[in-house]
């Protein structure tokens, strides 16, 4: 999958929970999902359980505490995907 | 875990615990029940000369049962250290009949999920008529106590 593509997939599963409507638009590598997106911490969890269903992955707990912005999320999914 | 040690772990006092007992608990649901004292302090302001039992308060019985007893039963023996408090991150609810002073209401809670110390629940909860009094969703996570 190339960056492109995993960056959109990842902008429709933030885009609930992002209060910033200017950071969801111009998301890119280096978003974060907290500083950036004002996601806030309770909804993060719901982002990376939207993450699981997505990808058909499962994330750990300490997937989990590194995962606070795209280029960490990007890293994840695949290497999950590739371990698959 | 017994209900009653749930009970004992409770974080909640008088005139602040809207949890009267558990009707039962496992791993994926729980039913409490509470019943609204007619003596209340809120009913001498909501409303004036027309007692009514606050949503906000429904809510509360509902989050007290629905996330922190069942998430006090889900933790086990799992320890929260003591800068460790639940708190309530979200909810969807749907107000549909009045509670009024007196009455016993029961919660229904069902887990959607509990992770990354997260719990979500489906609720409802109705009134001795087994009638629907408010349902929808509500979530709470384990966070660090914000003042100390």
């Known amino acids: ?7 959109a997939q990842l902008k429709e599963i933030v885009k609930p929970y992002a209060k910033n409507e200017e950071g969801l638009l111009n998301i890119n590598e280096n978003t974060d999902f907290v500083n950036d997106l004002k996601i806030n911490s309770a909804n993060l969890v719901d982002v990376i359980l939207d993450v699981e269903e997505q990808f058909n992955i ?16 990007m890293e994840i999914i695949e290497a999950k995907l590739a371990a698959k | 875990m017994t209900i009653q040690e749930i009970l004992q772990k409770l974080p909640f006092a008088p005139p602040f615990l809207f949890v009267d ?16 004292r007619q003596d209340m302090d809120c009913y001498k302001g909501h409303f004036k000369g027309y007692p009514i039992t ?38 969807e609810i749907e107000f549909l009949r009045p509670v009024f002073p007196g009455e016993k209401v029961t919660v229904y809670a069902e ?3 509990f992770r990354f110390g997260k719990l979500k629940c489906r609720v409802t909860l109705k009134n001795e008529a087994a009638e629907d009094v408010c349902s929808g969703t509500i979530a709470g996570m384990i966070i660090t106590k914000p003042h100390e």
């Open chain 2, 21 to 36: 007992g558990l009707d039962h608990i496992d791993s994926e649901k729980v039913q409490g029940h509470f019943t609204f």
């Open chain 1, 58 to 73: 499962v994330i750990d707990n300490e997937s989990m505490e590194r995962m606070l912005d795209v280029r960490s999320a």
């Open chain 2, 54 to 91: 606050p949503g906000v308060l429904l809510t509360e019985v509902m989050a007290q049962t629905g996330l922190v007893c069942l998430g006090i039963y889900l933790l086990g023996d799992e320890v929260l250290e003591g800068n460790m408090t639940f708190g309530l991150t979200s909810t």
């Open chain 2, 111 to 113: 887990k959607v999920y």
């Open chain 1, 1 to 7: 999958m190339d960056k492109e593509t995993l960056i």
